[in-house]
C-alpha cells in the first residue's frame, strides 16, 4: 500500500519508523496491564481500561507504521520474473488492443521527492549499498524502482505505439529481453514481424520461433542468416521497387563517401541506374549478381538484349530490323552491341527515343579505364554481397527447382503475415552486415510506399531493429517520417545516441531520426549525452527541502543581555523528475519510459522463458 501523499507536506519515509516505535510501546504498555491484574488481586475495571486505551492507541498508528515499513521494505527489490508465453497472452487481455509492458506505476513528483531524499545522505543508512553489494549477483540500484511499493500491469493502446518507438540502454541491460516481450506479443496478434538483428542472437531468434509455435503457426517463421546458408530462406532485398531507379538508390548508399556532393557515388548511381533499366527492359529481374557482373564485365549482352526487346515493342517490324542489324554484325559480344548501338542511332532514335537506352549506351561508350576508376568504391561492396553463399542467398535463382529453400521477400512476409528473423552476423563481418540490412530498411520502405498509396492490407507490420546504428540509413528516416501511414510500427534499438551521429555522419541527420520518435523506452545508460537526451524530454519538477537557521545576538552595553533563535523553513526548489545519474544505476531489465504523449513510467520486465 502507498503511503497517503499530501502535495503540500514534506514527506521524509527514510527516517526511523517512530510510528512503529510507538506502536509497538503502546501493546507492551497494554500487555503489562493486563498481565498485572491477572497477578494480582486488584480490581480488574481499572486494568481493563488501560488495556483498552493502550490498544486504541497502538491500532492508531499501526496502519501508519505499516505503509511506512512497507515503503521502505521494497527498497530492497522484487525478485526477478520467468513467465511463459501462455502468461504472456494473459497479460494481454481478451481484446489484444494493448501492448503489455511489464509491471510498474507512473513516476510521479512524490517518486522524484523521496529519490532526492536518498541522493542526498548517506545510502547506507537507508538501503544495503556496502562493499558486499558490489560482490553480489545483482547489477543496479533495486532501490529505484522500490521507492513506489504498489506496482501494477503497464499497458499502452496500440494506437499509440504506432508513433514510432527508440529503446535506448547500454550492452546487457535488457533491450534484447524487451523485444522478446514485444515481439511475442505482436506474433500473438497474428501480426507481420520483421526483425533485424546485425549481431545475431541465437535467443533472440528462437523466441520468435517458439512464439509461432505456441500459437500452433510454427510455419509463419521464416529464418535469415548468413553463416548457416544451408538452414535459411532466400531473401531478395532488390525484388520490391515502384520506379527502377529505386535499385541504383539502394546500392549507392551503401557506398563511402566524404559529405557533401561525391562524383564517385553519383557515378556508382548511373552506373546501376542503367544496368537495371536495361535488364527491366530486357524482361530480366535485377538482382546483386548480374548487377555485379555487367559492371566487371561488362554490359554488351544486356545492351544486345535491351536494345532487341524495346525494338520490338516500339517500332513496327522491331524485330526482324534487330535480327538483321545482328546478321551483319558477327558473333562476339563486341561486334553485336555496335550493331545495336548503329541501330539505335539509325532506326530507333528518329522514331522512338530512349533516355534509358541512350543511359546504357553512353556508357558502353565511356573509356574503359577511367570507368574502373569512378566505380572503384562500387565494386568492393558488390563483391561483398555476392561472394560465396551470400550470391545465392540475396540473388535467389527462381527456376532453380533443385534447391529446397524458400524464396521470399519483404512484401511476402508482411501480405502472409509472417515472423522473419534477418540475422546480420555483423561479429564476423560488419561491413557486409551493415550493407545487407541497409538493403533489406531500404527494401521496407518501398514496400511502405506501396501499402500508403494503395493500402491493400491494412494489417499492422512490426519491425524490430536491434544494434540500429549499424544498418541505420537515409531510407530508415523515410521509415521513421512515413511508416505509420503504411501501419508500420518500428522499434529501433541502440547503446547511445553518438552511435546514430557516427553512423549517419552528422548530429542533424541523427535529431531527424530522433525527431520521429514518439515513445522512448530507456534501460540503464552510462552515456552523459544520452542520459540528458532522456530526461531532457522528460519534464521538470519541484522538489521540497527543510532550511534550518540559527542565530544569536547580544547588546554591547550588556554582554549579558542576548538572545538567540533557530527556525526551520520549507522550500522548493526546480529539479529533474527523474534525474540522469539514475539511469546509470538501473539494475537489468529495469526502464523509464516516456509513452502516449507525456506519460511518464517506471517499469520492470520478466524474462520470456517460452
Not at 514534506?10 to 501493546?27: K, L
Not at 486504541?56 to 526477478?80: D, E, I, K, W
Not at 496500440?158 to 550492452?171: A, K, W
Not at 531520426?513 to 530526461?535: A, P
Given at each position: 500500500?502507498?503511503?497517503?501523499?499530501?502535495?503540500?507536506?514534506?514527506?521524509?519515509?527514510?527516517?526511523?519508523?517512530?510510528?512503529?516505535?510507538?506502536?509497538?510501546?503502546?501493546?507492551?504498555?497494554?500487555?503489562?496491564?493486563?498481565?498485572?491484574?491477572?497477578?494480582?488481586?486488584?480490581?480488574?475495571?481499572?486494568?481493563?481500561?488501560?488495556?483498552?486505551?493502550?490498544?486504541?492507541?497502538?491500532?492508531?498508528?499501526?496502519?501508519?507504521?505499516?505503509?511506512?515499513?512497507?515503503?521502505?521494505?521494497?527498497?530492497?527489490?522484487?525478485?526477478?520474473?520467468?513467465?511463459?508465453?501462455?502468461?504472456?497472452?494473459?497479460?494481454?487481455?481478451?481484446?489484444?488492443?494493448?501492448?503489455?509492458?511489464?509491471?510498474?506505476?507512473?513516476?510521479?513528483?512524490?517518486?522524484?521527492?523521496?529519490?532526492?531524499?536518498?541522493?542526498?545522505?548517506?545510502?547506507?543508512?537507508?538501503?544495503?549499498?556496502?562493499?558486499?553489494?558490489?560482490?553480489?549477483?545483482?547489477?543496479?540500484?533495486?532501490?529505484?524502482?522500490?521507492?513506489?511499493?504498489?506496482?501494477?500491469?503497464?499497458?499502452?493502446?496500440?494506437?499509440?505505439?504506432?508513433?514510432?518507438?527508440?529503446?535506448?540502454?547500454t550492452t546487457g541491460s535488457g533491450k534484447t529481453r524487451m523485444f522478446d516481450i514485444?515481439?511475442?506479443?505482436?506474433?500473438?496478434?497474428?501480426?507481420?514481424?520483421?526483425?533485424?538483428?546485425?549481431?545475431?542472437?541465437?535467443?533472440?531468434?528462437?523466441?520468435?520461433?517458439?512464439?509461432?509455435?505456441?500459437?500452433?503457426?510454427?510455419?509463419?517463421?521464416?529464418?535469415?542468416?548468413?553463416?548457416?546458408?544451408?538452414?535459411?530462406?532466400?531473401?531478395?532485398?532488390?525484388?520490391?521497387?515502384?520506379?527502377?531507379?529505386?535499385?541504383?538508390?539502394?546500392?549507392?548508399?551503401?557506398?563511402?563517401?566524404?559529405?557533401?556532393?561525391?562524383?564517385?557515388?553519383?557515378?556508382?548511381?548511373?552506373?546501376?541506374?542503367?544496368?537495371?533499366?536495361?535488364?527491366?527492359?530486357?524482361?530480366?529481374?535485377?538482382?546483386?549478381?548480374?548487377?555485379?557482373?555487367?559492371?566487371?564485365?561488362?554490359?554488351?549482352?544486356?545492351?544486345?538484349?535491351?536494345?532487341?526487346?524495346?525494338?520490338?515493342?516500339?517500332?513496327?517490324?522491331?524485330?526482324?530490323?534487330?535480327?538483321?542489324?545482328?546478321?551483319?554484325?558477327?558473333?562476339?559480344?563486341?561486334?553485336?552491341?555496335?550493331?545495336?548501338?548503329?541501330?539505335?542511332?539509325?532506326?530507333?532514335?528518329?522514331?522512338?527515343?530512349?533516355?534509358?537506352?541512350?543511359?546504357?549506351?553512353?556508357?558502353?561508350?565511356?573509356?574503359?579505364?577511367?570507368?574502373?576508376?569512378?566505380?572503384?568504391?562500387?565494386?568492393?561492396i558488390m563483391n561483398m554481397l555476392t561472394a560465396g553463399d551470400l550470391g545465392d542467398?540475396?540473388?535467389?535463382?527462381?527456376?532453380?527447382?533443385?534447391?529446397?529453400?524458400?524464396?521470399?521477400?519483404?512484401?511476402?512476409?508482411?501480405?502472409?503475415?509472417?515472423?522473419?528473423?534477418?540475422?546480420?552476423?555483423?561479429?564476423?563481418?560488419?561491413?557486409?552486415?551493415?550493407?545487407?540490412?541497409?538493403?533489406?530498411?531500404?527494401?521496407?520502405?518501398?514496400?511502405?510506399?506501396?501499402?500508403?498509396?494503395?493500402?491493400?492490407?491494412?494489417?499492422?507490420?512490426?519491425?524490430?531493429?536491434?544494434?540500429?546504428?549499424?544498418?541505420?540509413?537515409?531510407?530508415?528516416?523515410?521509415?521513421?517520417?512515413?511508416?505509420?501511414?503504411?501501419?508500420?510500427?518500428?522499434?529501433?534499438?541502440?547503446?547511445?545516441?553518438?552511435?546514430?551521429?557516427?553512423?549517419?555522419?552528422?548530429?542533424?541527420?541523427?535529431?531527424?531520426?530522433?525527431?520521429?520518435?514518439?515513445?522512448?523506452?530507456?534501460?540503464?545508460?552510462?552515456?552523459?549525452?544520452?542520459?540528458e537526451f532522456v530526461t531532457d524530454n522528460l519534464p521538470k519538477t519541484r522538489l521540497?527541502?527543510?532550511?534550518?537557521?540559527?542565530?544569536?545576538?547580544?547588546?554591547?552595553?550588556?554582554?549579558?543581555?542576548?538572545?538567540?533563535?533557530?527556525?526551520?523553513?520549507?522550500?522548493?526548489?526546480?529539479?529533474?523528475?527523474?534525474?540522469?545519474?539514475?539511469?546509470?544505476?538501473?539494475?537489468?531489465?529495469?526502464?523509464?519510459?516516456?509513452?502516449?504523449?507525456?506519460?511518464?513510467?517506471?517499469?520492470?520486465?520478466?524474462?520470456?522463458?517460452?
Amino acid at each position: 500500500m502507498a503511503i497517503k501523499y499530501d502535495s503540500m507536506a514534506y514527506e521524509n519515509p527514510w527516517r526511523p519508523n517512530y510510528e512503529g516505535q510507538a506502536a509497538s510501546a503502546w501493546i507492551m504498555a497494554g500487555t503489562v496491564a493486563l498481565g498485572v491484574n491477572q497477578l494480582t488481586h486488584m480490581p480488574p475495571e481499572p486494568f481493563y481500561w488501560m488495556g483498552g486505551i493502550c490498544l486504541t492507541m497502538a491500532l492508531s498508528r499501526l496502519p501508519q507504521a505499516v505503509r511506512l515499513a512497507n515503503l521502505q521494505r521494497h527498497l530492497r527489490g522484487r525478485p526477478l520474473e520467468f513467465i511463459k508465453i501462455d502468461k504472456l497472452k494473459k497479460y494481454m487481455g481478451k481484446k489484444n488492443d494493448a501492448i503489455w509492458l511489464g509491471k510498474g506505476f507512473n513516476w510521479e513528483n512524490r517518486h522524484a521527492q523521496r529519490a532526492f531524499e536518498i541522493l542526498k545522505r548517506d545510502w547506507s543508512e537507508i538501503v544495503d549499498n556496502t562493499v558486499d553489494k558490489a560482490e553480489s549477483a545483482d547489477i543496479g540500484q533495486t532501490w529505484i524502482h522500490g521507492l513506489e511499493p504498489k506496482e501494477t500491469d503497464i499497458r499502452q493502446a496500440l494506437s499509440h505505439s504506432e508513433g514510432q518507438n527508440l529503446i535506448v540502454g547500454t550492452t546487457g541491460s535488457g533491450k534484447t529481453r524487451m523485444f522478446d516481450i514485444l515481439i511475442s506479443q505482436a506474433i500473438a496478434r497474428n501480426e507481420a514481424v520483421i526483425i533485424i538483428d546485425p549481431k545475431g542472437d541465437k535467443e533472440l531468434a528462437e523466441n520468435a520461433k517458439r512464439a509461432c509455435a505456441a500459437i500452433g503457426q510454427p510455419e509463419r517463421f521464416v529464418n535469415f542468416h548468413p553463416a548457416f546458408p544451408e538452414d535459411c530462406a532466400r531473401i531478395d532485398p532488390l525484388r520490391n521497387f515502384t520506379r527502377v531507379t529505386e535499385i541504383a538508390s539502394r546500392l549507392a548508399a551503401l557506398i563511402p563517401s566524404e559529405a557533401g556532393a561525391d562524383p564517385f557515388k553519383s557515378f556508382g548511381w548511373q552506373a546501376l541506374n542503367n544496368i537495371s533499366q536495361a535488364l527491366v527492359m530486357a524482361y530480366e529481374r535485377p538482382n546483386l549478381v548480374l548487377l555485379k557482373r555487367f559492371l566487371e564485365t561488362g554490359v554488351e549482352q544486356i545492351l544486345v538484349k535491351a536494345c532487341v526487346a524495346y525494338a520490338e515493342r516500339n517500332i513496327d517490324g522491331g524485330g526482324e530490323i534487330a535480327e538483321r542489324y545482328l546478321a551483319d554484325a558477327g558473333n562476339t559480344d563486341e561486334k553485336q552491341a555496335r550493331a545495336m548501338m548503329q541501330m539505335y542511332k539509325e532506326e530507333i532514335q528518329p522514331v522512338a527515343p530512349s533516355s534509358e537506352l541512350e543511359g546504357l549506351l553512353s556508357m558502353k561508350a565511356h573509356d574503359k579505364t577511367h570507368f574502373s576508376k569512378m566505380v572503384a568504391n562500387l565494386l568492393p561492396i558488390m563483391n561483398m554481397l555476392t561472394a560465396g553463399d551470400l550470391g545465392d542467398l540475396l540473388s535467389p535463382n527462381y527456376e532453380d527447382v533443385n534447391d529446397p529453400r524458400i524464396i521470399t521477400d519483404n512484401k511476402k512476409i508482411i501480405d502472409n503475415a509472417q515472423v522473419a528473423y534477418l540475422g546480420l552476423d555483423s561479429l564476423t563481418d560488419s561491413t557486409v552486415g551493415s550493407a545487407i540490412g541497409s538493403m533489406f530498411l531500404s527494401d521496407l520502405v518501398a514496400v511502405a510506399g506501396d501499402r500508403y498509396n494503395f493500402g491493400v492490407d491494412n494489417r499492422p507490420v512490426n519491425i524490430f531493429v536491434d544494434e540500429a546504428a549499424e544498418v541505420i540509413n537515409e531510407p530508415t528516416i523515410q521509415l521513421l517520417n512515413k511508416g505509420r501511414g503504411a501501419k508500420m510500427k518500428l522499434f529501433v534499438a541502440t547503446q547511445t545516441i553518438a552511435d546514430f551521429e557516427t553512423r549517419l555522419g552528422s548530429k542533424e541527420k541523427a535529431r531527424q531520426v530522433l525527431g520521429n520518435i514518439n515513445n522512448l523506452y530507456s534501460l540503464r545508460v552510462i552515456d552523459k549525452d544520452t542520459q540528458e537526451f532522456v530526461t531532457d524530454n522528460l519534464p521538470k519538477t519541484r522538489l521540497k527541502h527543510v532550511m534550518r537557521t540559527q542565530g544569536m545576538s547580544s547588546q554591547s552595553e550588556s554582554p549579558l543581555m542576548f538572545s538567540a533563535n533557530t527556525g526551520e523553513r520549507l522550500m522548493e526548489e526546480e529539479g529533474d523528475l527523474f534525474p540522469p545519474q539514475l539511469l546509470g544505476m538501473l539494475p537489468n531489465l529495469e526502464f523509464v519510459a516516456k509513452i502516449s504523449g507525456g506519460v511518464i513510467i517506471k517499469g520492470r520486465l520478466p524474462i520470456l522463458t517460452g
